[in-house]
T-cell receptor
Framework: AQKITQTQPGMFVQEKEAVTLDCTYDTSDQSYGLFWYKQPSSGEMIFLIYQGSYDEQNATEGRYSLNFQKARKSANLVISASQLGDSAMYFC???????????????FGKGTLLTVNP | DGGITQSPKYLFRKEGQNVTLSCEQNLNHDAMYWYRQDPGQGLRLIYYSQIVNDFQKGDIAEGYSVSREKKESFPLTVTSAQKNPTAFYLCASNRGFSEETQYFGPGTRLLVL
């Protein structure tokens, strides 16, 4: 079963507008972490923002904010004032325990391709 | 500057050949990871290592091998047993249990001739 679901294969937004990228997750752990990464065409994965399951406040990092709704198991990324350089793939990921239970790994969604139009 | 380096940027493999992808970090991180990315897909974990001289299989370890003889280095060998090796390979690291976020290198693109 898919642990991280990103339902939007592609999104378009006008420059300077805000956009929301959706992410839902599935876990039975009480303690977990949620991440968003940006992957431009060069391929490198760039860390954007992190939300811990016990954090009561939504995480924010500059123009990025994470809309964390724990009961709905959603962790949507909001990008405000979009810029042309925001055009990239965006991946949602969740920290979860490995099969042996003694370590942690990241599980990634399939990503959303964001295109910012001038 | 601290960071993670991967080499080569592009790698070509002939049928039946083993190839090794390099990953080096100077961040003093304990934990290192290898991921595979196929077109239009997310990342899948191949192997990971929490400390030197120890490593664990991830979700898709078959056809791959690793070593962790030094803290800074975590090379990945794609063996001839990996029948579909064409993919983008990403290395990552973090401080381990004390840190959540993984930081990634620039990646190696492997192509089969």
């Amino acid at each position: 079963a898919q642990k991280i679901t990103q339902t939007q294969p592609g999104m378009f937004v006008q420059e300077k507008e805000a956009v929301t990228l959706d992410c839902t997750y599935d876990t039975s752990d009480q303690s977990y972490g949620l991440f968003w990464y940006k992957q431009p065409s060069s391929g490198e994965m760039i860390f954007l923002i992190y939300q811990g399951s016990y954090d009561e406040q939504n995480a924010t990092e500059g123009r990025y904010s994470l809309n964390f709704q724990k009961a709905r198991k959603s962790a949507n990324l909001v990008i405000s004032a979009s810029q042309l350089g925001d055009s990239a793939m965006y991946f949602c990921a969740m920290r979860e325990r490995t099969s042996g239970g003694s370590n942690y790994k990241l599980t990634f969604g399939k990503g959303t391709l964001l295109t910012v139009n001038p | 500057d601290g960071g993670i380096t991967q080499s080569p940027k592009y790698l070509f493999r002939k049928e039946g050949q083993n190839v090794t992808l390099s990953c080096e970090q100077n961040l003093n991180h304990d934990a290192m990871y290898w991921y595979r990315q196929d077109p239009g897909q997310g990342l899948r974990l191949i192997y990971y290592s929490q400390i030197v001289n120890d490593f664990q299989k991830g979700d898709i370890a078959e056809g791959y091998s690793v070593s962790r003889e030094k803290k800074e280095s975590f090379p990945l060998t794609v063996t001839s047993a990996q029948k579909n090796p064409t993919a983008f390979y990403l290395c990552a690291s973090n401080r381990g249990f004390s840190e959540e976020t993984q930081y990634f290198g620039p990646g190696t693109r492997l192509l089969v001739l």
